[in-house]
């Protein structure tokens, strides 16, 4: 089992910066990966970001690539989400997720290939 408590959300300006925070515990976090996902109103939930168990291996949806950076403290059970230039269309609820079972170095972008969940925080972005 592992549980995910993700923190950092909050109101932000067009081309402001926020960084979300994502906690672990239960399982060995330096075992597994972990992605970054969001959800808009009225629309599906999005891959937005993956990073490796070591770090070495990140990818970025193409919508977010160049102004967030994912990131991870394996010593602090902690995940990493740096958004820059924050963008209105940037604006919605937040999850981070493990992936237990794939293959860590590799990109695992569907809801369905993460096996853990967190509670989401919130981020809104005025124009």
């Known amino acids: 089992q592992v549980q995910l408590v993700e923190s950092g959300g909050g109101l932000v300006q067009a081309g402001g910066s926020l960084r979300l925070s994502c906690a672990a515990s239960g399982r060995t976090f330096s075992a597994y990966a972990m992605g970054w996902f969001r959800q808009a109103p009225g629309k599906e939930r999005e891959f937005v970001a993956r990073?490796?168990?070591?770090?070495?291996?990140?990818y970025y949806a193409d919508s977010v690539k160049g102004r967030f950076t994912i990131s991870r403290d394996n010593a602090k059970n902690t995940v990493y989400l740096r958004m820059n230039s924050l963008k209105p269309e940037d604006a919605a609820v937040y999850y981070c997720?493990?992936?237990?079972?794939?293959?860590?170095?590799?990109?695992?972008?569907?809801?369905?290939?993460?096996?853990?969940w967190g509670q989401g925080t919130q981020v809104t972005v005025s124009s």
């Open positions: 997720a493990a992936d237990v079972i794939g293959s860590s170095s590799y990109l695992r972008v569907g809801t369905n290939e993460y096996t853990y």
């Open positions: 990073i490796s168990w070591s770090g070495n291996n990140t």
